[in-house]
């Protein structure tokens, strides 16, 4: 029986829930056991500390012993038990029949016999993967921890290479419940009974195609991605591919395995960064946490900074100034500037020796230029501050000191001690040099006069007034408030610049209480309590910098996003991937200086993907014309398959567009069985979503900006002039948005769009 697929680049709702219930069934039973297994757990911490009772001292240290024990276990069940179960493989029958310790069978190649007749198989033995192994009440595994040899296959194999796998399944889940499941079909060419759900259903019928050349193409497409994902890790490997090659899925494909491969050198961790929010749900859902705290973190670039969570989008003005470099110049003059606030006191006068002592706003003046000489941190040159202004007033006392070395320098110390500690000194410096926050000064720049102050030469005033308005959403005190995406990189760049705040000194351990014993009679319980954090707080936790950096859709990236991405893989090796033709940045030379600054001097492996997979030839033909517009010259990828169904057009009648654009939507939801995108204008993001309301989970409406990476049964897309026209960089978020569609495309026309008599607008027409 050939595997269950829908129409290439899709799969019916059913058999997607269909196989969404089944690894909900098992899921269910995993829980279940896991549940006994902590029964068991707090059965043995609860029976062992009644060993407590006998009193002797060999009880208490055989209690304590068998209670710590049993409780690690406990908390190591429990710190699992979220998100438990994230892959599945299935296998072919392998050579010998010998099991590992966790039940599977460890033979790598298949049996010769397994495959019969060249294309029919059997699948001799399914492993689910998950963060621990766990076995049922028979000892056979129910889940295979991710570190253990027979997991490795999950990792490991590659169309070219795949080895016993047939099928590779990401699940998504979230607590108990499995959202989402998402296939590769490393063996198209065999015949199996498998469902196949997401792009192996495209893979498995090319692969079961009576056509030679279209299972040339399924080995091409598995050539060059593999390829790519079995590149050595050393240095800097970058792949350029047109839409639908699968840059995204290679580049998660090798995280996975980069580190099955070298899991010591790649402690340090793998950061994967994506253009939004969107993609980032999706590609967690293709590359689970593999089961180690911090291993690998996927994150959008308005996430990268701790406490800053950012998915809004500045006017396409806005954000070109902010991801400009010349916001270096003007954040650099800021950080210092912002000292000199409106509370910022200009005399300093203190008593010492019995004299008044007193600075005044010249000597300030010199003290703070003296200090800010240099380019250290700010926040770090307050203890020179604090130095160079006892120095001054030291001067202003005018003492003369004891010939003697020693007594001059107890008579300046205790001169230091006592100016230092008295209020009126402390109270001074905290107004006149404050612990600066990134946020507090990102905050004053909404204050357009003294933003101009720092953009002087920099920005023209008509930038420098839209840059403070855009800000005004910050309070001005505490800078607290939603930041856009673009914001973020700043706030990056202002950390570097201000530097770490002093540490709060935190109370020392009283020595009585070392003396005290208390600690070998705690409980279990309480050693532990600091070890259970929830998820949110290992997230917090986090390294900032990494051993190894994905950045998917790098096209994308600001010069000044590069800067931020830059400071978490100084040491790093990298992978870029992306394509100058989906590009959305304006200025692609000077983002080009940034990532070359970010990266330095290390070498580099190229690579090309030529082979696309996602679009039927009739929506890519059309895509085509868009990219002839945007880059003249550039060639798109090959379409590998066609439909024989065109791209259809629509006008939007008046100004009801969007009556037009839910018409379109419910007639595509009646023709796919899968999602719908609408794409928009970044500005229409709001009314697209009410016009959409009610239609069901089935269907999304995004902003241009947002579409990139993802990919829809069926796409709308509205007013290709309103999106070609937000930015100079316009024509070519066009063809994203018409390159998200893996069966059926609209066009819908607006007023702006100039139709001809068969509804193609002007930019789309022959």
């Given at each position: 029986m050939a595997a269950q697929t829908a129409a290439p680049g899709g799969v019916g709702v059913g058999v997607r829930d269909q196989e969404i219930a089944v690894e909900q069934t098992h899921l269910d039973r995993v829980y279940d056991r896991l549940e006994e297994k902590i029964h068991e757990a707090e059965f043995l911490v609860n029976d062992a500390?009644?060993?407590?009772?006998?009193?002797?001292?060999?009880?208490?240290?055989?209690?304590?012993?068998?209670?710590?024990?049993?409780?690690?276990?406990?908390?190591?069940?429990?710190?699992?038990?979220?998100?438990?179960?994230?892959?599945?493989?299935?296998?072919?029958?392998?050579?010998?029949g010998k099991k590992g310790p966790d039940g599977a069978y460890i033979s790598v190649e298949p049996a010769e016999d397994a495959v019969v007749d060249?294309?029919?198989?059997?699948?001799?033995?399914?492993?689910?993967?998950?963060?621990?192994?766990?076995?049922?009440?028979?000892?056979?595994?129910?889940?295979i921890d991710w570190r253990a040899p027979a997991a490795a296959p999950f990792y490991r194999s590659t169309p070219v290479a795949p080895g016993r796998v047939v099928r590779r399944r990401v699940i998504r889940s979230r607590g108990r419940k499995v959202l989402g499941v998402e296939d590769d079909l490393l063996r198209p060419e065999l015949v199996t009974d498998l469902p196949v759900v997401g792009d192996g259903a495209l893979m498995a019928a090319l692969g079961q195609a009576r056509s030679h050349t279209m299972r040339d193409i399924v080995s091409s497409i598995q050539a060059e991605q593999d390829v790519v994902i079995r590149a050595p890790a050393a240095?800097?490997?970058?792949?350029?591919?047109?839409?639908?090659?699968?840059?995204?899925?290679?580049?998660?494909?090798?995280?996975?395995?980069?580190?099955?491969?070298?899991?010591?050198?790649?402690?340090?961790?793998?950061?994967?960064?994506?253009?939004?929010?969107?993609?980032?749900?999706?590609?967690?859902?293709?590359?689970?946490?593999?089961?180690?705290?911090?291993?690998?973190?996927?994150?959008?670039?308005?996430?990268?900074?701790?406490?800053a969570e950012a998915d809004t989008y500045d006017d396409p003005a806005v954000a070109r100034i902010k991801g400009s470099l010349r916001m270096l110049k003007v954040?650099?003059?800021?950080?210092?500037?912002?000292?000199?606030?409106?509370?910022?006191?200009?005399?300093?006068?203190?008593?010492?020796?019995?004299?008044r002592l007193e600075l005044d706003e010249q000597e300030l003046s010199a003290i703070r230029h003296a200090v800010l000489g240099g380019t250290a941190p700010v926040n770090l040159l307050r203890p020179r501050a604090r130095r160079l202004l006892l120095d001054a007033l030291w001067r202003k006392a005018g003492r003369q000191l004891p010939d003697d070395p020693e007594l001059a320098a107890e008579e300046r110390q205790g001169f230091d001690e006592d100016v230092a500690t008295e209020e009126v000194f402390t109270d001074f410096l905290e107004a006149w040099w404050p612990v600066l926050t990134p946020r507090g000064v990102l905050a004053a720049l909404a204050e357009e006069k003294r933003l101009g102050r720092w953009a002087r030469?920099?920005?023209?005033?008509?930038?420098?007034?839209?840059?403070?308005?855009?800000?005004?959403?910050?309070?001005?005190?505490?800078?607290?408030?939603?930041?856009?995406?673009?914001?973020?990189?700043?706030?990056?760049?202002?950390?570097?610049?201000?530097?770490?705040?002093?540490?709060?000194?935190?109370?020392?351990?009283?020595?009585?209480?070392?003396?005290?014993?208390?600690?070998?009679?705690?409980?279990?319980?309480?050693?532990?309590?600091?070890g259970r954090r929830s998820r949110q707080e290992r997230l917090d936790a986090e390294r900032t910098e990494y051993a190894h950096v994905i950045v998917d859709e790098a096209q994308d990236l600001t010069p000044m996003q590069w800067r931020m991405v830059g400071r978490r893989g100084r040491t790093a090796t990298w992978t870029i991937v992306g394509d100058p033709a989906q590009s959305s940045w304006t200025d692609p030379d000077e983002a080009a200086a940034a990532r070359d600054e970010a990266l330095g001097a290390r070498s580099r492996r190229r690579f090309t993907l030529t082979v696309n997979y996602r679009n039927p030839a009739e929506i890519a033909d059309l895509a085509a014309k868009v990219l002839a517009l945007a880059m003249p010259g550039m060639e798109s990828p090959r379409a590998v398959r066609s439909t024989g169904v065109v791209p259809h057009f629509a006008v939007a009648e008046g100004s009801d567009l969007g009556t037009a654009v839910r018409a379109e939507a419910e007639r595509l939801l009646g023709e796919v069985d899968g999602t719908v995108g609408v794409v928009v204008a970044m500005g229409r993001r709001a009314q697209a979503r009410q016009w959409l309301a009610g239609l069901g989970e089935r269907v999304v409406a995004l902003g241009s900006l947002e579409a990139k990476g993802l990919e829809y049964d069926a796409t709308v897309v509205v007013s290709p002039a309103e999106i070609a026209d937000e930015s100079p960089a316009g024509l070519r978020v066009l063809y994203v948005a018409l390159t998200r569609a893996t069966q059926r495309l609209t066009v819908l026309s607006g007023p702006r769009d100039q139709p001809g008599e068969d509804g193609v607008p002007d930019l789309l027409q022959d």
């Amino acid at each position: 029986m050939a595997a269950q697929t829908a129409a290439p680049g899709g799969v019916g709702v059913g058999v997607r829930d269909q196989e969404i219930a089944v690894e909900q069934t098992h899921l269910d039973r995993v829980y279940d056991r896991l549940e006994e297994k902590i029964h068991e757990a707090e059965f043995l911490v609860n029976d062992a500390s009644k060993r407590g009772q006998v009193g002797t001292p060999g009880a208490l240290a055989e209690r304590d012993a068998q209670v710590f024990q049993a409780g690690m276990h406990l908390n190591r069940l429990n710190a699992e038990f979220e998100d438990f179960l994230f892959g599945r493989i299935d296998l072919l029958r392998g050579k010998d029949g010998k099991k590992g310790p966790d039940g599977a069978y460890i033979s790598v190649e298949p049996a010769e016999d397994a495959v019969v007749d060249g294309e029919r198989a059997e699948i001799a033995e399914t492993l689910h993967i998950g963060r621990i192994g766990v076995l049922d009440a028979d000892y056979s595994p129910l889940v295979i921890d991710w570190r253990a040899p027979a997991a490795a296959p999950f990792y490991r194999s590659t169309p070219v290479a795949p080895g016993r796998v047939v099928r590779r399944r990401v699940i998504r889940s979230r607590g108990r419940k499995v959202l989402g499941v998402e296939d590769d079909l490393l063996r198209p060419e065999l015949v199996t009974d498998l469902p196949v759900v997401g792009d192996g259903a495209l893979m498995a019928a090319l692969g079961q195609a009576r056509s030679h050349t279209m299972r040339d193409i399924v080995s091409s497409i598995q050539a060059e991605q593999d390829v790519v994902i079995r590149a050595p890790a050393a240095s800097v490997t970058e792949v350029t591919g047109g839409p639908g090659t699968g840059k995204t899925a290679v580049a998660l494909h090798r995280a996975a395995y980069l580190l099955y491969q070298d899991r010591r050198r790649y402690a340090g961790g793998i950061l994967v960064v994506s253009p939004t929010p969107l993609l980032v749900a999706y590609t967690e859902g293709v590359l689970p946490s593999l089961g180690e705290e911090g291993q690998v973190a996927i994150r959008a670039v308005g996430s990268l900074v701790d406490s800053a969570e950012a998915d809004t989008y500045d006017d396409p003005a806005v954000a070109r100034i902010k991801g400009s470099l010349r916001m270096l110049k003007v954040l650099h003059k800021a950080a210092r500037g912002v000292l000199d606030g409106p509370r910022c006191p200009d005399r300093l006068r203190v008593v010492a020796y019995g004299r008044r002592l007193e600075l005044d706003e010249q000597e300030l003046s010199a003290i703070r230029h003296a200090v800010l000489g240099g380019t250290a941190p700010v926040n770090l040159l307050r203890p020179r501050a604090r130095r160079l202004l006892l120095d001054a007033l030291w001067r202003k006392a005018g003492r003369q000191l004891p010939d003697d070395p020693e007594l001059a320098a107890e008579e300046r110390q205790g001169f230091d001690e006592d100016v230092a500690t008295e209020e009126v000194f402390t109270d001074f410096l905290e107004a006149w040099w404050p612990v600066l926050t990134p946020r507090g000064v990102l905050a004053a720049l909404a204050e357009e006069k003294r933003l101009g102050r720092w953009a002087r030469r920099v920005l023209t005033p008509p930038e420098v007034r839209r840059v403070a308005r855009s800000l005004r959403r910050l309070d001005v005190v505490t800078g607290t408030g939603p930041l856009s995406v673009h914001d973020v990189a700043l706030l990056d760049e202002l950390e570097a610049l201000l530097g770490p705040p002093p540490k709060v000194k935190t109370r020392e351990a009283d020595p009585l209480d070392q003396l005290t014993g208390l600690d070998e009679v705690t409980t279990f319980a309480d050693r532990m309590a600091g070890g259970r954090r929830s998820r949110q707080e290992r997230l917090d936790a986090e390294r900032t910098e990494y051993a190894h950096v994905i950045v998917d859709e790098a096209q994308d990236l600001t010069p000044m996003q590069w800067r931020m991405v830059g400071r978490r893989g100084r040491t790093a090796t990298w992978t870029i991937v992306g394509d100058p033709a989906q590009s959305s940045w304006t200025d692609p030379d000077e983002a080009a200086a940034a990532r070359d600054e970010a990266l330095g001097a290390r070498s580099r492996r190229r690579f090309t993907l030529t082979v696309n997979y996602r679009n039927p030839a009739e929506i890519a033909d059309l895509a085509a014309k868009v990219l002839a517009l945007a880059m003249p010259g550039m060639e798109s990828p090959r379409a590998v398959r066609s439909t024989g169904v065109v791209p259809h057009f629509a006008v939007a009648e008046g100004s009801d567009l969007g009556t037009a654009v839910r018409a379109e939507a419910e007639r595509l939801l009646g023709e796919v069985d899968g999602t719908v995108g609408v794409v928009v204008a970044m500005g229409r993001r709001a009314q697209a979503r009410q016009w959409l309301a009610g239609l069901g989970e089935r269907v999304v409406a995004l902003g241009s900006l947002e579409a990139k990476g993802l990919e829809y049964d069926a796409t709308v897309v509205v007013s290709p002039a309103e999106i070609a026209d937000e930015s100079p960089a316009g024509l070519r978020v066009l063809y994203v948005a018409l390159t998200r569609a893996t069966q059926r495309l609209t066009v819908l026309s607006g007023p702006r769009d100039q139709p001809g008599e068969d509804g193609v607008p002007d930019l789309l027409q022959d």
